[in-house]
T-cell receptor, first 113, second 115 residues
Framework: DSGVTQTPKHLITATGQRVTLRCSPRSGDLSVYWYQQSLDQGLQFLIQYYNGEERAKGNILERFSAQQFPDLHSELNLSSLELGDSALYFC????????????FGPGTRLLVL | AQKITQTQPGMFVQEKEAVTLDCTYDTSDPSYGLFWYKQPSSGEMIFLIYQGSYDQQNATEGRYSLNFQKARKSANLVISASQLGDSAMYFCAMRPSGNTGKLIFGQGTTLQVKP
């Protein structure tokens, strides 16, 4: 158990819908990262937050947004869902913004029908 | 472009033998970090080992060691005394230098340990 929690574990929804994925980092970690794992794209970095502020953006679609709250938990919002958004979404956390090891949560498996 | 390449899509190893999973990377950054993660069939990503670009010695963590050859830009994972529970997908990742800790992942290698 990495100490990173993600909810829900599984999510099935329809095209055009909006979902919210939630992540709680390890105790004491200030950085949260979101990654998407799909069969065609592999593991891709989406976005990083550090202590409530956006730190870096990767290949995140405009239909996707995220935030980190004062209690350091983070939410990833996916809207206008398409079939191709079906993937495993990971949250990871680390103590600092740069050099530290990232520990991953169990992931949220999203299926868009 | 910064990139991680894992050329072995799948590998087999006999239980109790050692196995090497290959990883090469491409970066012009002077400072970077290299990681290996394990993803069992259950889906979670488990951190295994880390090597910094300036580390003089190869990293080791229990049965895992990282064979770091900086001039060749390779960071191969060596698993000694393979166990059935080592059957999983293994990902090599690089953290470039810069203002973020984002990781760039390779495509992964599936390892199957035979009894």
């Amino acid at each position: 158990d990495s100490g990173v929690t993600q909810t829900p574990k599984h999510l099935i929804t329809a095209t055009g819908q909006r979902v919210t994925l939630r992540c709680s980092p390890r105790s004491g970690d200030l950085s949260v990262y979101w990654y998407q794992q799909s069969l065609d794209q592999g593991l891709q970095f989406l976005i990083q937050y550090y202590n409530g502020e956006e730190r870096a953006k990767g290949n995140i679609l405009e239909r996707f947004s995220a935030q980190q709250f004062p209690d350091l938990h983070s939410e990833l919002n996916l809207s206008s869902l398409e079939l191709g958004d079906s993937a495993l979404y990971f949250c990871a956390s680390s103590s600092g913004p740069l050099q530290e090891t990232q520990y991953f949560g169990p992931g949220t498996r999203l299926l868009v029908l | 472009a910064q990139k991680i390449t894992q050329t072995q899509p799948g590998m087999f190893v006999q239980e109790k033998e050692a196995v090497t999973l290959d990883c090469t990377y491409d970066t012009s950054d002077p400072s970077y970090g290299l990681f290996w993660y394990k993803q069992p069939s259950s889906g979670e990503m488990i951190f295994l080992i880390y090597q910094g670009s300036y580390d003089q010695q190869n990293a080791t963590e229990g049965r895992y060691s990282l064979n770091f050859q900086k001039a060749r830009k390779s960071a191969n994972l060596v698993i000694s005394a393979s166990q059935l529970g080592d059957s999983a997908m293994y990902f090599c990742a690089m953290r470039p230098s810069g203002n973020t800790g984002k990781l760039i992942f390779g495509q992964g290698t599936t390892l199957q340990v035979k009894p």
